[in-house]
């Protein structure tokens, strides 16, 4: 069975930082992102990781400010969010998809967490 589980979320003050973590087992994942939603909009892009060379993607509204990572060995993505805003509130989704090409489409992805709730007081 294919589980993905996150984990880190939390409460910060602006400007302050955390790092999510999303821990997946079943199966072998090659491309792995990260969306958030926030309440009333849209599920949204927010980072993507390769599943060979490690190629990034961000969305413009974090890039310079979240970065993306992955340990292979434990099969297992990351999201270090720093200098976070009230904007960046949002429930976070890990997903995971049977292909290397990274991707910024809900579509394309075939698993995701439950989510976890990030919280950025003004």
């Known amino acids: 069975q294919v589980q993905l589980v996150e984990s880190g979320g939390g409460l910060v003050q602006a400007g302050g930082s955390l790092r999510l973590s999303c821990a997946a087992s079943?199966?072998?994942?090659?491309?792995m992102g990260w969306f958030r939603q926030a309440p009333g909009k849209e599920r949204e892009f927010v980072a993507a990781?390769?599943?060979?060379?490690?190629?990034?993607d961000y969305a413009d509204s974090v890039k310079g400010r979240f970065t993306i990572s992955r340990d292979n060995a434990k099969n297992t993505v990351y999201l270090q969010m720093n200098s976070l805003k009230p904007e960046d509130t949002a429930v976070y989704y890990c997903?995971?998809?049977?292909?290397?090409?990274?991707?910024?489409?809900?579509?394309?992805?075939?698993?995701w967490g439950q989510g976890t709730q990030v919280t950025v007081s003004s």
């Open positions: 997903a995971a998809r049977g292909a290397a090409r990274l991707s910024r489409l809900k579509a394309e992805y075939n698993y």
């Open positions: 079943g199966r072998t994942f090659y491309a």
């Open positions: 990781i390769s599943g060979s060379v490690g190629s990034t």
